[in-house]
């Protein structure tokens, strides 16, 4: 056992991600094609929703997925939630005509562990996808035989899906309500009071060459010499290895106040962070959503951020500071953003003019902040995304009533 352990770990290094990843979608396309050519949903189970997803994690998708479940109960419809990283207990703790799959297609193998087989074959199967390219992955459409329709949370990433799918797309966005803890201010993450401080946030694993913090930290740079005492930087970065810290550290150049924040925090203190800091800026190269966005400007702290991808559809000149950007052909690859695709390069010499008049102008300061939060609370609030879970729910019912019927 000791040897075969050894012979993977050698073999994990010989052979490139890419190569990996590449032969791990063909296995697990090859065993949902047979699930998916013996498919029959049916029709006369009870109404109501099975959700799969990683339903405790503190990324992305799995507050997205959080966020759909609590949306479809406060429309009224009756809910199953299973964390997919769990096995699920049988058809009986399934109960419903319709699964919402949220999980995109690399993680669909690992979850076919975890979901009975008779659970893909005799139901509805929606899948919740999030991309962030103007083109979905070609491996991703192996998975689409499983599914009937599809839903996804922006319409930069329905636009994707649809030029490659001729299933229903359906966007239902995030709503947009971050809960505070009132006992996490500056201090409890170690800031100082008395500074302007400017804000960058991701996780290392959701791609930084995508988040682009180097983006961020050299606008910064730009629009605040080093000599100015009055500012700050905090740079919220989760798995970061300790190699690119010291990199983004040396792009610092050795400046005073700048603040580390590498540990987990609940969602409440990061909301409080949020809150706290004067600027969020994210020169991204491309978003499927942008919800840490959307979060600080309801929270009103003014947003610096690219102007391209999906977090275009809920901000604007009059609610953030949106900073140009060109469109650039990847030259090689960015796992899993492959050579060839788009994505987009902000210009950071922009950026740090609006990050120099955020902190120059107060009142400038004060209308980006208050038409952010009024801009978000109007369109992403819970009860117009329970409206749109409603609307398309409805039509799920009505049509399996018609192949019940018929």
């Not at 049916?42 to 099975?50: F, K, S």
């Amino acid at each position: 056992m000791k040897l075969v352990k050894r012979f993977r770990a050698v073999a994990k290094k010989m052979v490139p991600f890419s190569l990996r990843e590449s032969l791990r979608y063909r296995k697990g396309a090859r065993q949902f094609r047979r699930i998916a050519a013996t498919r029959r949903p049916v029709a006369d189970l009870p109404w109501g929703v099975n959700v799969y997803g990683n339903v405790g994690g503190a990324f992305g998708l799995s507050e997205s997925c959080r966020g759909v479940a609590a949306g479809l109960q406060a429309a009224g419809i009756p809910v199953a939630v299973h964390d997919s990283s769990l096995p699920t207990e049988g058809e009986a703790a399934s109960p419903y005509r319709v699964n919402l799959i949220h999980a995109n297609p690399n993680h669909l193998p690992a979850l076919r562990k975890n979901i009975a087989e008779p659970l893909w074959k005799r139901r509805y199967n929606i899948g919740y996808w999030m991309w962030e390219q103007e083109r979905l992955p070609k491996q991703w459409l192996r998975f689409l035989p499983l599914f009937d329709e599809l839903w996804t949370m922006s319409e930069f990433v329905a636009d994707a899906i649809r030029k490659d799918c001729d299933l229903p797309v359906t966007v239902i966005p995030h709503a947009v309500d971050p809960k505070l803890d009132p006992s996490c201010g500056r201090a409890f993450f170690g800031l100082p009071e008395g500074l302007f401080l400017v804000l960058i946030a991701f996780d290392y694993f959701s791609a930084i060459e995508r988040k682009n913090p180097e983006g961020a930290i050299d606008a910064f740079c730009r629009a605040f010499p080093p000599e100015e005492r009055g500012v700050g930087l905090v740079i919220k970065a989760r798995n970061l290895p300790p190699r690119e810290q010291a990199r983004l550290r040396a792009l610092l150049g050795g400046r005073k106040n700048v603040f580390f924040l590498t540990e987990d925090y609940e969602k409440t203190a990061v909301n409080s962070l949020l809150r706290a800091v004067d600027v969020y800026v994210s020169l991204h190269r491309a978003e499927g959503f942008g919800l840490i966005l959307a979060e600080a400007m309801k929270l009103g702290t003014p947003v610096v951020a690219t102007d391209w991808s999906a977090n275009t559809e809920f901000m604007d000149a009059s609610s953030a500071c949106m900073v140009p950007a060109r469109l650039v052909t990847l030259q090689k690859n960015y796992y899993p953003f492959l050579k060839g695709s788009r994505w987009a390069e902000p210009d950071t010499a922009a950026a740090a003019g609006f990050l120099r008049r955020l902190r120059d102008d107060a009142a400038y300061r004060g209308a980006i902040a208050a038409g952010g939060a009024e801009h978000i609370g109007r369109i992403l609030n819970r009860e117009a995304v329970c409206a749109a879970l409603t609307r398309r729910m409805e039509q799920i019912a009505s049509l399996s009533d018609e192949r019940k019927n018929g």
